[in-house]
Structures are given as structure tokens and as C-alpha cells.
């Protein structure tokens, strides 16, 4: 179709949102029988804090796609919302709210009154995460996500919570939930510590100073034959140096004794040309790393002060973590600040040196005391510097981390900290990642996978104030009870779940969170004694990650028919919808939420909590660059929606890129989907619409039709339905969806346009195989585009809603006329570049194509009409047309490129026509409007064509009569002009033999 006005998308749009809420769509199409059973989907809850963006409208294209499509497969979806109302980056943005930063401003809002500032605190965390439920709602409902947001899973409240606590009791029951002192990554803005996914958030390439540091050997080897010699060490954290207990090397690797400018060094033989550089330097002599093991050194900062025991302080260990990648060959170790290093402290009993305090400032007494670490960095490199202690400095690029919250470069510390056990459930979580069905497919074994096998216990507690408290009762001797219970009394069936229960009834303020919840004393059940609550909250990803049984007040809800729970059935999967058929959010939640649905699922022994995954990269500007707020090229979704509609934007996101690739949105690519999409779709139906039958509605039944367009067009839509159905059964949304491009092309600018004549002519069967095909097309579309479907369907059909009918059924009997067809075009296309390379236009009809294939009388028809030759013959090699006049590939395909003066003047009428329809729709005329055609021109070829193909161009611009007179309206016809005049005459329609 050439018709390209572009209809009001956000206006058909609202229109049909006011039309699903007066008739309660959403509802009835999830109520609505379900012969195929349960569908489970789980929504990822977003935290309202923040307006949403494009990423989220991204995230709900691809999430809304498959609750549509499985519900009209006959499936029951559940759809229930959900919000994340925990966590540090709601904390954070309350304290910028209140103007104030760090935990002691917090506990001091209100002046010398901790628990009432804690109250206040988190009371206005509590309101801070509704602050923009309004605009999520809006978008919600605006870009037609359907989603149950009557009824969400709201993370705070005490009944999420209370499922929370099941589950962390089953795992403490397990003797999975632990305390452990161990190095983590800290932020000291925040004042907590991060578990192993959260610090994968917030890595960044950044590059800083290295440094080489020099250890001179106190007790040299007797065979070395010198009295002075230093150890090599390098380091990216000059603020760790304080902190230093030993150095350590690898037995296995081959190190060396050098001299360089009359003083003597040892580092790895493999480091040394990288070390030393232009430098001038021998090699003395080599020996393995073993050799090095004992060795004592003289400290950079004498730290004894600090651990009561020294004795195996300030030696040469041995560690196979020791590489010859960069640096020396030789590591510093800090204890306080490194995993590495803190284990091979405990094997090697070695003391922790902690110069740095819970605030991130140096706290020995060192040059930068006072100082947050990372800013001592070059002061402590300036003091080892005067002291000839440094060898040299380097700049050096590499992924440091980073807070994820609040951007803040953290500190690995020791410290205590609860821990989930994850290593012991390490080989089941990786057996349940290898059955998730993993869309891109590398996400499995890669991203996801490899995270997976390196698998670190999980960090839990957080030394915070907005969260699910950890339900941990202690005695002062630090005996562990789970809200009261001892181990063995927690091994009784039902256990958890009764001593939850049973202490709602100790709580006066019926509120779970801090400093109520830290109010509660308890007796220990067996000595009686007073136990208090550990301080900490729990990790904010464990409250989404036990989503699929805290949503449903797992294991304390009754049962519910609407929510189709069973309280009597021991088994989990048969008490709530479990496991999901279908999650899906950004590539970064393998490490965020996808990981700690399956944490949670794996350590409480259960099957994976999801089954099919589609994960999707991140939504850049259009140069590719992350979008944010100070950069000024962050998007307003509402507001590009009613520029070009929802349905634009979700098909942008459909058809763009595979997942995993990252998007470069540039809205003027809205633009052309509709081009190429949305406008087409409107313009055959308003083709449709012209000539549909008067009275005609309702559902239509699979045709039998004659013509060979009506049947290719109908065996496309087959095979269109055939492998869209079977793209979305493998979770490929892209390629399924421009499939479905495809298919529109072929109808608009192939069916239709060949299919012209027939419409005018009256053919009742074309129109009915168009109405039977928008039909269908429109349920093919409903669960991408469910607006314009909507638009569509009730135009065609009159009817309640496409989205409560069933996925369109397909017919596998059309291979024969797809195979003509298909070849049919690919002569098309061959003739047409032969047109191009000419230089003829479609519009001048030429006089025959010649082809080798035989094919039937009705396929060439449809050939001739495409190319716009007057015929098209099959010819054997010898009688195959060559020289002037033709062009082609020789014994394939030859077109004559004669035009003769009936060929011009059949030329001019093509053109002529093409204009006045031009003018018509421009004057919004309808095929009912007959005209009068006025003219007036000086070219005798016009007048001409004017006398001899009266009776053609009347019936192609529908016009009673044609007469000279004047016009207003000036044409170029291939070179001649002429003006014309278009008055309506009455509606009668006008017949070809008029």
C-alpha cells in the first residue's frame, strides 16, 4: 500500500485503556476458563523511589508478552505486582532527603534520642518508597502491562516479613544461616558490608597509581654472598601497607637475585625486564620460590601494637593465589583487608593489623591518620617515598568496586557478619542453573555459570536500619536461638512456622522493624536466660529473592480460590504457584535477582524457582552512552508514548535486537516502525474498511478460497502463525515478532497491492479472505501490540475483546502454493532490478518479460501485473530474445525495454491516475465520492490520452465525466503539463464499463 498518513496511535490508544476499564477486560481474561491449567509468572518488584524510565518500559514489553500469549493458549496467569520497599538505596535517599549522612546523623534526627531517631528514619523510609507509585502505576497501566496492582506483594509489611523469617529459620534449622568473621567488601559511607553479588553491581574501570615498595631481608642467605638485599612487593592500595603481616610467593615459580644500580633486589625472574624497564640490571642468580619461604623482613610500619601475637609477623610465606601476571612476583599481605590474604593468615597464624576504622579513615598511628583510605593513598606513597622505601610508581588500569548504592570505592575488612552457606548447596546450584531455559542461551553457562562456580558463602546481615530484622535472639555468651527456639527444638515438623505465630503476640507495637523488634527480650527455653536480637537486617536481595513464598504469606496463608493455595499439602509446589514458567529482567540480575531466587530455592533443597529466562542488556542513548540525569539524556516514557504510542515503543524493543545486545535507543527509530509496522496495519484496514460488506461482523471462519493471491496470502498467515507460535514456545520474542513484520509486508505492499482490481471490481471472496486475515493477524499481534490488536480485532470482528479469544489455530496444508509463490517473487525482483537498471519506472508499462520457468497462466498474471508488462512468456533457449531493446541474464530472465507511443500513452495514464487518487485522498474522498474531472493543457499527448482512455481513467478515479475547462491543481506528467480541477458530482459509484 502506498497510503502513509500516520493515525493518532497514543489517541486510538486511550481510547481502547477507557474501553477495557468500563468493560473490566484484564479481569475477565484472567478469570476466563483454562483448559490448559496454571501459568506461572513472577514479577520482579522495582523499588518506587525513583521515576521510571525506558529500561522499565523494556522490561515490561518482554514481561507482559508471555502472560498475554499463554492466557489466549488457555492457560490460567496469575499476574500479581509487587514492591521493593527495603534496602540502603531507599536509606540513602532519605538521608539526602533530611540532609544528613552516616549512621551517627541518623540515630541523632532526633537530638540524644536514638530510638525515636530511628523510628523517624525509617518511618520516612517508609513513605519514601511510595513517592512515585503513582507514576509506576501510570506507566503501568499507559504502556497496557497487565499486571494485578490491587493486590501486590509489598516487601514491608509483616506478613512478607514473617515468610522472610521461614525461611531464614529452615536455613538456620539446616545450620546453613551462620556467623563468621570474615574479609567482605565494606562501604564505609553506608557503614555496612556487601555481599559477592551485590559488589558485582559496581565494578569500574578506573586507573590509579601502583607502587613498587622495597622489604629489606634481615636474615640473607649465607650462599647469597651479600649484606644487603630488598624483596620487591607491589600494590595498588598503598593504604593497605600499614596493615602488612608478610610477603608471600609461589613455591613453584622461579624468582631471581638482581642488581640494579649497586643495590640488590629479589622478584620473580619472569617480572623483571617489567619492573625495572629502561633501568640497567643483572640477573645474579635464580632459585624457586620455596627457597624465599622464612625469610624475615623489615616492616614498613611496626604494627605490633595492635595483635597480641607477632610472632610469625613480618615473614616470606609461601601461596599459590601468587601470580607473575602484573606486579612482582610478590605480594603484600594485609590480613584485615584482603579474603586472600586473611585465609592464608589463618593457615599461616598470622595477626590482623586493623588500621582502618568502621568509617573507612586510617586509624593507626601512620602518616594519613584520620584520613578516608583510599584519599591516604598518596600521602602514605609520599612518606615510603622519603624513607627510600619506594622502588617506583606506575599508573595502572584495572576494575576496582565500587558501592552500588551510593558510588562510594569500597574497602575489603574483616569483620563479623552472617553468612548463608552457599558453598554446601554449590553443586545443586549449578544442576538447577543447567535446567533453566536461558534466553540469550551463552547466559547459562557463562554470565550466570561461571558466577555460579566460583560461588562465595552470602554475606546476609547489614548493619543498618530499614530492613527485615534478623530474627536472632542471643545470650550474653552469644548462644544462638531463632526467635527463641534452640536447634533441637527447631527440628520439630512445623516448628518455624508455630514460633513465628506464636510471637506476634510479643510485639506491642505489631510493627517487625527496628528498634521495635529490638525491644523484644526473650528467654533462652533452656537456662532461662535473658537473650536480646542481634542488631542487623537482612540483605534487601534476600527479601526479592523469596518472593515466590513470601508474595503468598508462605507457609501461614489458608487456602484461597482465588489464589488456588493449598494449606494442607506438605509439598510447595502444590501450596503456591511454584516454580515460575517465566521470569524475565536486565542482564544484570544474574547476579542480582535471579541469582537469589535460586540461593534461596537451592539452599532449602527445592527444584529451580524458574524455568525459561529472557535476560536483556541495558538501554543506552543513541551514541551509547548510559543514560542518567546528569548527562540530560535520560527519556520520559509517558511522554514518548503520547508521541507515538506504547504499542511503537514495545515493538521497538521486540524487534530492534536479540537480548543480550545493548540498545541504542534513538527515538526517531519510533518513526520508522511505524513505517513500517503500525501505519501499514491502519492502512489496510482502512483498504478493508472501503469495501467491507455492509452488516459484516463477527467471527470468520478458515476460508477455502479460489484466486491463487487469496490462497497465498492465507497460506503465509499459516505459516506466519506456524512459527510465530513456535519462536514464543522457545522464548525467541525476536524473531517472532519480525516474523510478524514480514507478514505485514507481504500484505500490504504484495496482496493489496496486487488485489486492487478485484476489490473495485466487487469480488466478495478477496474481501472476505482480508477480513478473515486481519482477524487472525490481530490475535497474532495481540500479546506484542495490544492496543492496535485491539483497534483491529473490535473493527473487524465487533467483539468483546481480542484479548480473551484463543491463539489463532493454523493450517499446515500450503507448501505447493508457497513454493510458487515464493518463486513468483524472486522473478518480481529480478524483473524490477532489470526495470532499475534501466531506468524505467514501474509505472511505464513495457511489453513482455520473458521467462525460462513454467509456470501456470494465473502465476504469470500476477507477474505482469507486479512488473507492469503487458505479457510474460515462457521461451526455450533458442528462441531466447537478445540484443537492442532487451535486457537480462540470458536464459533466466529478459526484459523489452521498447517503449512504443501506445506504451508512452498507457505510461501517461498510469501516472495521471496516480495523481488525481492523489489529490482525492488528499481531499479526503471516499470511493462513493464520483467526480468531474476539469482540465487544461497545451500537450497534445495529454489531450490524447485523455480522448482515447476516457472510459479507463474515469473508472480508476472514480469521475462521471472528464471535461476541458480550467484547473487548479498543476501536474507534471512524465514531462507534460497540465492543471486540473476535482468537483464532486454524487455518490454514485462508478463501473469499469462506465
Known amino acids: 500500500m502506498t497510503s502513509m498518513s500516520i493515525p493518532n496511535f497514543p489517541h486510538i490508544e486511550k481510547d481502547i485503556l477507557e474501553y477495557w476499564k468500563k468493560h473490566d477486560i484484564f479481569s475477565k481474561t484472567v478469570h476466563k476458563d483454562a483448559p490448559s491449567g496454571d501459568f506461572v509468572f513472577y514479577e520482579g518488584p522495582p523499588t518506587a523511589n525513583g521515576k521510571p524510565g525506558i529500561h522499565h518500559v523494556l522490561a515490561r514489553a518482554f514481561k507482559d508478552v508471555y502472560p498475554r500469549f499463554k492466557t489466549m493458549q488457555g492457560y490460567h496467569v496469575e499476574r500479581k505486582a509487587g514492591w521493593d520497599t527495603h534496602g540502603l538505596p531507599v536509606e540513602l535517599q532519605v538521608e539526602k532527603k533530611l540532609n544528613i549522612s552516616g549512621k551517627q546523623q541518623i540515630e541523632n534526627i532526633v537530638p540524644h534520642d536514638s530510638r525515636q531517631s530511628i523510628i523517624e528514619f525509617n518511618k520516612q523510609c517508609k513513605e519514601s518508597v511510595w513517592e512515585y507509585q503513582h507514576d509506576f502505576e501510570v506507566l503501568t497501566e499507559r504502556m497496557a502491562y497487565w499486571l494485578d496492582m490491587n493486590t501486590p506483594y509489598i516487601t514491608y509489611t509483616n506478613e512478607y516479613i514473617e515468610s522472610v523469617w521461614w525461611v531464614l529459620g529452615e536455613l538456620w534449622k539446616k545450620g546453613f544461616l551462620y556467623r563468621g568473621h570474615k574479609v567482605m567488601p565494606y562501604c564505609a559511607r553506608c557503614g555496612t558490608a556487601l555481599s559477592s553479588h551485590e559488589l558485582a553491581l559496581g565494578y569500574k574501570k578506573i586507573k590509579e597509581p601502583s607502587v613498587y615498595v622495597t622489604f629489606p631481608i634481615k636474615n640473607i642467605p649465607v650462599d647469597w654472598g651479600i649484606d644487603q638485599v630488598e624483596c620487591i612487593a607491589w600494590t595498588t592500595t598503598p593504604w593497605t601497607l600499614p596493615g602488612n603481616v608478610a610477603l608471600a610467593v609461589n613455591s613453584t615459580i622461579e624468582y631471581a637475585l638482581v642488581t640494579s644500580i649497586d643495590q640488590y633486589y629479589v622478584l620473580a625472574l619472569s617480572r623483571v625486564a617489567g619492573v625495572f624497564g629502561k633501568e640497567p640490571y643483572k640477573v645474579e642468580k635464580t632459585f624457586l620460590g620455596k627457597e624465599l619461604i622464612g625469610i624475615v623482613y623489615e616492616p614498613l610500619y611496626d604494627m605490633s601494637a595492635l595483635a597480641q601475637d607477632t610472632t610469625f609477623a613480618y615473614h616470606v610465606i609461601g601461596a599459590e593465589f601468587v601470580s607473575t601476571t602484573d606486579g612482582s612476583g610478590i605480594v603484600h599481605i594485609a590480613p584485615a583487608f584482603g579474603e586472600d590474604d586473611y585465609e592464608v593468615g589463618i593457615k599461616e ?67 563479623p557478619s552472617y553468612f548463608i552457606a552457599m558453598t554446601k548447596v554449590k553443586d545443586q546450584l549449578i544442576a538447577n542453573n543447567k535446567s533453566v531455559h536461558w534466553v540469550p542461551e551463552y547466559i547459562r553457562d557463562g554470565r550466570m555459570g561461571e558466577w555460579l562456580e566460583n560461588v562465595k558463602d552470602w554475606a546476609l546481615s547489614r548493619d543498618r536500619y530499614w530492613g527485615t530484622p534478623l530474627p536472632i535472639w542471643v545470650t550474653k555468651n552469644g548462644e544462638e536461638t531463632f526467635l527463641g527456639l534452640t536447634r533441637n527444638q527447631a527440628e520439630k515438623k512445623d516448628a518455624i512456622r508455630e514460633a513465628i505465630e506464636h510471637f506476634r503476640g510479643k510485639i506491642a507495637e505489631k510493627d517487625y522493624h527496628r528498634p521495635y523488634l529490638d525491644e523484644v527480650e526473650l528467654s533462652h527455653p533452656d537456662t532461662g536466660e535473658q537473650m536480646k536480637r542481634v542488631p542487623e ?24 480460590a482465588n489464589t488456588r493455595m493449598y494449606a494442607n499439602d506438605t509439598n510447595i509446589a502444590g501450596r503456591i504457584p511454584y516454580p515460575a514458567d517465566y521470569i524475565s529482567e536486565a542482564i544484570d540480575q544474574t547476579r542480582g535477582w ?32 548510559k543514560m542518567s540525569k546528569s548527562k540530560g539524556n535520560v527519556v520520559d516514557p509517558i511522554a514518548l508514548g503520547d508521541e507515538f504510542g506504547f504499542d511503537t515503543i514495545r515493538w521497538y524493543f521486540y524487534t530492534v535486537s536479540q537480548p543480550g545486545t545493548p540498545i541504542r535507543f534513538d527515538a526517531e527509530e519510533l518513526k520508522k ?40 496470502i492465507i497460506a503465509r498467515l499459516n505459516e506466519t502463525i506456524d512459527m510465530v507460535t513456535s519462536h514464543l514456545e522457545s522464548y525467541q520474542v525476536v524473531t517472532a515478532a519480525r516474523e510478524i513484520e514480514k507478514y505485514m509486508t507481504d500484505l500490504s505492499t504484495g496482496y493489496i497491492q496486487l488485489s486492487r482490481d478485484r476489490f473495485r471490481e466487487g469480488n466478495e471472496e478477496s474481501k472476505e479472505v482480508l477480513r478473515y486475515v486481519l482477524m487472525e493477524f490481530a490475535k497474532l499481534i495481540a500479546p506484542f501490540a495490544p492496543f492496535i490488536a485491539e483497534y483491529v480485532y473490535r473493527d473487524i470482528v465487533g467483539a468483546d475483546s481480542v484479548h480473551g479469544v484463543d491463539w489463532p489455530s493454523f ?33 511505464q508499462p513495457l511489453s513482455e518479460l520473458v521467462i525460462a520457468d513454467d509456470i501456470s497462466d494465473d502465476l504469470r498474471d500476477i507477474i505482469a501485473d507486479r512488473v507492469n508488462v503487458k505479457k510474460v512468456t515462457l521461451k526455450s533457449e533458442d528462441a531466447w530474445p537478445q540484443g537492442e531493446g532487451w535486457i537480462g541474464q540470458n536464459h533466466v530472465i529478459a526484459l523489452s525495454t521498447v517503449i512504443d507511443v501506445s506504451l508512452r500513452q498507457e505510461g501517461y495514464v498510469r501516472e495521471l491516475t496516480r495523481q488525481i487518487n492523489a489529490l482525492r485522498k488528499k481531499k479526503k474522498l471516499t470511493i462513493n465520492d464520483s467526480i468531474v474531472l476539469e482540465y487544461s ?13 476516457a472510459k479507463d481513467i474515469k473508472w480508476a478515479v472514480i469521475a462521471s465525466d472528464i471535461v476541458a475547462g480550467t484547473g487548479d491543481e498543476e501536474l507534471d506528467i512524465d514531462g507534460e503539463n497540465m492543471s486540473v480541477r476535482l468537483t464532486i458530482k454524487n455518490k454514485k459509484h462508478i463501473t469499469k464499463n462506465t
Open 594 to 625: 535471579f541469582y537469589t531466587l535460586q540461593a534461596i530455592a537451592t539452599a532449602l533443597g527445592l527444584e529451580s524457582p524458574y524455568k525459561n529466562v529472557i535476560t536483556f542488556a541495558h538501554v543506552l542513548d543513541k551514541h551509547g552512552k
Open 811 to 843: 493450517s499446515s496444508d500450503r507448501d505447493g502454493v508457497l513454493v510458487d509463490m515464493s518463486r513468483v517473487w524472486e522473478i518480481i525482483d529480478h524483473a524490477l532490478a532489470l526495470r532499475a537498471e534501466a531506468k524505467i519506472k514501474v509505472r
Open 673 to 712: 516502525v511505524q513505517r513500517r509496522m503500525f501505519i501499514p496495519l491502519v492502512n489496510c484496514l482502512a483498504f478493508y474498511q472501503l469495501y467491507q460488506v455492509s452488516g459484516a461482523g463477527g467471527q470468520v471462519s478458515r476460508l477455502d478460497p479460489h484466486h491463487i493471491l487469496d490462497k497465498w
Open 537 to 560: 537486617v537482612v540483605d534487601v536481595w534476600f527479601d526479592s529473592g523469596a518472593m515466590p513464598f513470601a508474595q503468598y504469606h508462605y507457609p501461614f496463608q489458608k487456602y484461597d
Open 349 to 415: 597464624n598470622l595477626p590482623v593489623f586493623q588500621t582502618v576504622d568502621l568509617a573507612g579513615a586510617i586509624s593507626a598511628d601512620v602518616p594519613g591518620k584520620g584520613l578516608f583510605a583510599k584519599d591516604a593513598d598518596s600521602v602514605i606513597t609520599q612518606d615510603i617515598q622519603e624513607r627510600s622505601r619506594l622502588l617506583r610508581i606506575e599508573d595502572y588500569e584495572h576494575d576496582y568496586p565500587f558501592c552500588w548504592r551510593c558510588e562510594t570505592p569500597l574497602l575489603y575488612y574483616a569483620k
Open 937 to 949: 493543457t497545451d500537450s497534445d499527448a495529454l489531450r490524447g490520452v485523455l480522448a482515447l482512455y
